[in-house]
């Protein structure tokens, strides 16, 4: 059975950083591209970056890119997101996925998601 | 960058025939996926690659996409498919995902 397990959110203040972690089981990790995905309170989707482990990419959204970087630990089935820079506008629930593939930007669709971890970014 | 359009909310009688639609420039070119989220929970895939149906989703399930609209169809609506459902494509030219807004489908 696909486990995916987020955690790490928690309140921060704007301009802090914040590292979420991911832990995933009952597939062979580095066989398949990892997303995050995030959802502010109320709203709909947004994809934040994915990562593919066999040629290493990674790809992020506009609103991140320059503040999150993606990566992972093979050794250890996990997957971390580190968040600098935070605004007021991340504050989500935020999802770790994993592709059907392997690699994120070929267009596979997301077949097992986490529970998610809920950063919360205000003074 | 590229977006998808989907109406704030479908609402479909008991046992009826619910469509979810999904639109973008030139989206019959490109693969869409669909999810449910039910309140309080996690995404769940339940069509991908437009027409596809993965292994635990009731064939009720339907998906199609032509032109500009890609259509999500639940047959036989039961009140446990009251849900948002998002449509997802891979936009090449921003080299990043997209998701619709989200659809809330109320089963009356």
């Known amino acids: 059975e696909v486990q995916l397990v987020e955690s790490g959110g928690g309140l921060v203040q704007p301009g802090g950083s914040l590292r979420l972690s991911c832990v995933a089981s009952?597939?062979?990790?580095?066989?398949?591209?990892m997303h995050w995905v995030r959802q502010a309170p109320g709203k709909g989707l947004e994809w934040v970056a994915g990562?593919?482990?066999?040629?290493?990419?990674?790809g992020y959204a506009a609103s991140v890119k320059g503040r999150f970087s993606i990566s992972g630990d093979i050794a250890k089935n996990s997957l971390y997101l580190q968040m600098n820079s935070l605004r007021p506008e991340d504050t989500a629930l935020y999802y770790c996925?994993?592709?059907?593939?392997?690699?994120?930007?070929?267009?596979?669709?997301?077949?097992?998601w986490g529970q998610g971890t809920l950063v919360t970014v205000s003074s | 960058s590229y977006e998808l359009a989907q109406p704030l909310s479908v609402s479909v009688a008991l046992g009826q025939t619910a469509s979810i639609t999904c639109g973008g420039d030139?989206?019959?070119?490109?693969?869409v996926h669909w999810y449910q989220q039910r309140p309080g929970q996690a995404p769940v895939l339940v069509i991908y690659?437009?027409?596809n149906r993965p292994s635990g989703i009731p064939e009720r399930f339907s998906g199609s996409n032509s032109g500009n609209t890609a259509t999500l169809t639940i047959a036989r609506a039961q009140a446990g498919d009251e849900a948002d459902y998002f449509c997802?494509?891979?936009?090449?030219?921003?080299?990043?995902?997209?998701f619709g807004g989200g659809t809330k489908l109320a089963v009356l």
């Open positions: 997802q494509v891979w936009d090449t030219r921003s080299a990043s995902w997209v």
């Open positions: 690659r437009d027409t």
């Open positions: 009952g597939f062979t990790f580095d066989d398949y591209a």
């Open positions: 030139k989206l019959g070119s490109k693969h």
């Open positions: 990562i593919s482990w066999n040629s290493g990419s990674a």
């Open positions: 996925v994993k592709d059907e593939g392997g690699a994120y930007s070929y267009g596979n669709p997301f077949d097992y």
